[in-house]
């Protein structure tokens, strides 16, 4: 069964840095597309950070500049590098890969979530 799991969540105060990991367990194949989202309090989840299995990033306007999305295929791991974090930043941060598995078949997988909570 593949499975995701993120770590590295916690309280920060603004301006701080935190760095999210999330690493990919089970029999596959590779991983394609990964990325972050991110439930705010009260809202959809969202967008924050895609990378490409080539390394192609991409992310929503608001963290450009202050998050870096990148990955190691040799670990099965995604990461998120957050800096100058901020209280809008506030959320329930998911990963999301698109696995192949072992046999061939194609999973659009996701992780139970971390919390990050930046205080003002």
């Known amino acids: 069964q593949v499975q995701l799991k993120e770590s590295g969540g916690g309280l920060v105060q603004a301006g701080g840095s935190l760095r999210l990991s999330c690493v990919v367990s089970?029999?596959?194949?590779?991983?394609?597309?990964m990325g972050w989202y991110r439930k705010a309090p009260g809202k959809e989840r969202d967008l924050v950070a895609v990378?490409?299995?080539?390394?192609?990033?991409d992310y929503v306007d608001a963290v450009k500049g202050r998050f870096t999305i990148s990955r190691d295929d040799t670990a099965n791991m995604v990461y998120l590098q957050m800096n100058s974090l901020k209280p809008e930043d506030t959320g329930v941060y998911y990963c999301?890969?698109?696995?192949?598995?072992?046999?061939?078949?194609?999973?659009?997988?996701w992780g139970r979530g971390t919390q990050v909570t930046v205080s003002s």
């Open positions: 990378i490409t299995r080539g390394g192609y990033t």
């Open positions: 089970g029999s596959i194949l590779r991983a394609n597309g």
């Open positions: 999301h890969a698109e696995i192949i598995d072992a046999d061939g078949g194609e999973h659009d997988t």
